[in-house]
């Protein structure tokens, strides 16, 4: 799971960056800190799902570009 969270944090930046909002501006539109929003993006935590939602209004992006990266499980 650990893996999965550092891709969804790599896509969260990727968007920002292409977006060109800084990871300040991002963290108070968010409500959460500059550190919090650091530690989403490198993976060390998870990402509520508030939050995302709140990140797809923001960054206006589709949700799915969150999980773009991430691989489908065998069934």
Do not use: Y
């Not at 550092?6 to 968007?15: A, P, Q």
């Not at 998870?46 to 069934?75: G, R, W, Y």
């Amino acid at each position: 799971m650990e893996q999965e969270f550092k891709k969804i944090g790599k896509r969260i930046k990727i968007i920002r960056i292409e977006r060109g909002i800084t990871q300040t501006n991002l963290a108070k539109e968010l409500g959460i800190s500059q550190t919090n929003m650091s530690n989403i993006e490198c993976g060390r935590v998870s990402v509520t799902v508030q939050n995302l939602l709140k990140l797809h209004e923001i960054l206006q992006c589709s949700m799915a570009d969150f999980f773009k990266d991430i691989d489908t499980p065998a069934n």
